[in-house]
């Protein structure tokens, strides 16, 4: 039995749009199969997910205004981790 599949849209700016062009010409292979084997590189890798956000050129993408957010974005997480687990009890 064929795993469902489902369509999905996904912005590119013009370089990167032209990288993954490039890559499916050079490699032969669909956008989607270029896409899946990235996913599946990405999955395999063993960075934090901010080396991850950083190599990828994500840091700073997201403006929230409150410049603390970010530095304090760890201790927000185990805040809500916390009170979550204790929810939980």
């Known amino acids: 039995m064929l795993a469902a599949m489902r369509t999905i849209s996904v ?7 032209a990288r993954l062009d490039g890559l499916c010409q050079q490699l032969g292979l669909s956008q989607t ?4 084997a ?7 890798q063993r960075q934090s997910p901010a080396a991850l956000a950083e190599s990828l050129d994500l840091e700073g ?24 687990h204790q929810a939980q009890r």
Not at 11 to 17: C, N, Q, T, V
Not at 33 to 36: L, N, P, S, Y
Not at 68 to 79: L, M, N, S, V
């Open 38 to 44: 990235g996913l599946e590189l990405l999955q395999h």
């Open 61 to 84: 993408c997201f403006a929230s205004g409150d410049p603390a957010h970010g530095r304090e974005h760890a201790d927000r997480i185990r805040q809500k981790l916390r009170r979550q």
């Open 11 to 17: 912005r590119l700016d013009d370089a990167s749009e």
């Open 33 to 36: 199969d270029v896409v899946k």
